[in-house]
């Protein structure tokens, strides 16, 4: 089997929507890609609808683990996937048909290693859309951490991009804090040449109460606040002329 995106998918007590998810990733228009459907502990039936699509579809795997939380799962299934490329999906998120296709053709040469889009936020029966353009942009290094720190076109969040697999030789998601995406993006876009914006949304960013990404904090909002502080050290010593924008 031809596999060159591995499209991770961490599940945790969403039976209500993860069918949604996973349909719209079974039906994308490129085909040399698997899905790593990571279980991490669910205790309602989304395990066995993932079972069903690992039944179903060949290029669709169930790993289970024990629940350790969203950082957890996305590592377990970077460590098992095969693909040159890596997407992240939550599960009770949805993407578009065309999505991998499209970011996976603007990886034009070897200095590109980030692709990213923007996505339509859903609050009920509203919906907006954010990190979009009219045309495609490169990045540099230092551009794209500009744009990330002020949030224009790109922000912090895993999903809305596909990365080549070697951004994460020696990196993994920081487990049992949550707000991960902001704790790696930094390091991230540290080992990028260039970054392409494909100008267009494909990600569909569900916002559900009781998610573990889109709740309310209570005393856990200390890892923003852990996530903050580390940025704005590791942003002080690496690239200082920057600290303007991340304030």
């Not at 209570?218 to 942003?235: A, G, I, L, P």
């Amino acid at each position: 089997m031809d596999v060159r995106i591995s499209v991770i998918i961490p599940i945790y007590n969403v039976e209500r929507y993860i069918r949604e998810c996973l349909q719209s990733v079974a039906r994308q228009s490129f085909s040399a890609y698997e899905v790593l459907m990571v279980d991490d502990g669910s205790t309602d039936r989304s395990g066995r609808i993932a079972q069903e699509y690992a039944d179903r579809y060949s290029r669709f795997r169930l790993i289970h683990k024990e629940n350790g939380g969203l950082s957890s799962a996305r590592n377990a299934g970077i460590d098992a996937a095969n693909g040159s490329y890596f997407g992240f999906v939550d599960s009770d998120d949805y993407v578009d048909r065309n999505m991998y296709e499209e970011m996976l053709s603007c990886f034009t040469n070897e200095e590109v290693s980030l692709v990213c889009c923007g996505r339509f936020v859903h609050f009920g029966a509203n919906q907006k859309e954010e990190y979009s353009s009219d045309f495609k942009k490169v990045f540099d290094k230092e551009l794209l951490l500009k744009e990330v720190f002020l949030g224009n076109l790109v922000d912090v969040s895993a999903c809305d991009k596909l990365y080549r697999r070697i951004l994460f030789s020696d990196l993994r998601y920081p487990e049992g804090r949550i707000s991960e995406d902001a704790a790696v993006i930094l390091k991230i876009i540290d080992n990028v040449d260039q970054a392409v914006h494909v100008g267009k949304s494909f990600y569909h960013y569900v916002f559900r109460t009781g998610s573990i990404s889109k709740s309310s904090y209570s005393h856990r909002k200390y890892d923003v606040m852990t996530n903050c502080v580390e940025m704005r050290d590791w942003v002080q010593r690496r690239y200082p002329t920057l600290m303007e924008y991340l304030n």
